[in-house]
């Protein structure tokens, strides 16, 4: 590991009691178990999901899927439409909405509220290429992009071993302590927003993370800053799920009762493969307050481009860019058009 990144705190000695847990996650912003999730399970998952992506062309043809060789030339992420395409396949699968429910999961996320609790239905696959570490999601609050409540809790893991330099998730503990969204600028990565832990004084940014193995799995609440680390593997794909839990009654923003965007797909044309309808819009049975989504960090973000682009900044081009290919049309889209011809970049 690191000598630049701390090791996470294992929490497995508080696992069958709650007020511990609670006391813990209040206190550090996050909770670490190794093997929570059933490894087997785990890997069931892996070869599933990795040879769905080796179908769609993104691991070298004839190597073991579950290897996840990547084929570098294939290289794309969130907000191309190439990935769209392919992430479709994997986010159609039963199997990785299903996992979202595990009983070890939601168990303990039940504990950690001390409420009943419902996964959200918005389940998140993160597919990471080597060799392509601008695109490494940045330093953010989950609460700028899945918004709802503050009390939500994200539950990060690896679908797979993680070592550092795979580019698992690191953490700053206490940063939810902070008790706001701070603010967020233009990035790179999932989510396009990123904020500077540097720039708060009430925040020690020191990182923690760890050589994640199968089954490990990371707990936080919305306001805990955390990021990615780069990929910085020769060849290989890093795989992850992220899926989000809040309290039943609990307000839920709109868009997170919607399949993930970058998939492009409606729930109708998630199910049609499963085998089994217990969990078709299972969350119509919950009472929980929706809520409008709150677009201005996007936007923010989105003006900030805009002005860089101007200046010359490359990430912000790019971003330019891929939003003329990807939203052809669209106000942000035209918007963009008339700063690239402006710069006579068009």
Known sequence: MSNEIKPLRISNDAMDDPAELQHRIAEE???FFKRLQNPDKMRALRREMMSTIQRVGWLIAGTDPMDGIADVTKQCTEGDNAYSAGYAEVYKLEAFHRAGHWPEVTSIVEKIMGRPIMAHPQKIARIWFPHYTEHTTPTHQDFVHFQGSYANLT????VGDCPIELGGL????????VNRVLDHHFSLGAGGLSVDEQEHDEIDPVWYSTDYEIGDTLIFPALTIHKALPNDTEDKLRLSLDNRYQAVGDPIAEHMLDPHGPSALQWEQVYPNWQADDLKYYWKQFDNPVVARDMSYADKGFAEALVLAKAGHAQAIYRLRRTINNAPGTPAAQAAQA???EMSLA
């Not at 539950?155 to 690896?158: G, Q, V």
């Not at 690191?170 to 302590?177: E, L, M, Q, T, Y």
Request: charged share 5%; hydrophobic share 45%.
């Open 29 to 31: 912003g996050y909770l």
């Open 155 to 158: 539950c990060w893991a690896p």
């Open 170 to 177: 690191a953490v700053i503990p206490g940063s939810h302590k």
């Open 339 to 341: 700063v690239l011809t």
